[in-house]
Nanobody, 129 residues
Framework: QVQLVESGGGSVQAGGSLRLSCAASGYTNSYNVAYMGWFRQAPGKEREGVAAIDRDGRTRYADSVKGRFSISRDRREDTLYLQMNSLKPEETAMYYC?????????????????????WGQGTQVTVSS
């Protein structure tokens, strides 16, 4: 059973930066992961994909964050990162780390929540104007 634990959230002013981390554990083979991703969900809104990375390091980003956010993965430390720059107030949300197994059945796209089968508990990001 994969466990994901996010950290690094907090409060920042508009234009500021934060770096989120997601520690992964409980898996026997790192090649079982097909993709890892970051999602966010604001109150009253659907969960949306922010960024994803495959096991070969290829990345995908939502159009709204391209050029400002960067996803990366440290395999030695089994940690996923999301560097967020030039943050906007409308990006205030709970940010979640997600994992897709190689054998996962549902595929709805790199940034679709349905494509991922393990989730962390989330870390809150608040951006003030």
């Amino acid at each position: 059973q994969v466990q994901l634990v996010e950290s690094g959230g907090g409060s920042v002013q508009a234009g500021g930066s934060l770096r989120l981390s997601c520690a992964a554990s409980g898996y026997t083979n790192s090649y079982n992961v097909a993709y890892m991703g970051w999602f966010r969900q604001a109150p009253g809104k659907e969960r949306e994909g922010v960024a994803a990375i495959d096991r070969d390091g290829r990345t995908r980003y939502a159009d709204s964050v391209k050029g400002r956010f960067s996803i990366s993965r440290d395999r030695r430390e089994d940690t996923l990162y999301l560097q967020m720059n030039s943050l906007k107030p409308e990006e205030t949300a709970m940010y979640y780390c997600a994992w897709r197994d190689v054998g996962a059945a549902i595929w709805a796209g790199y940034l679709a929540a349905q494509s991922y089968n393990y989730w962390g508990q989330g870390t809150q990001v608040t951006v003030s104007s």
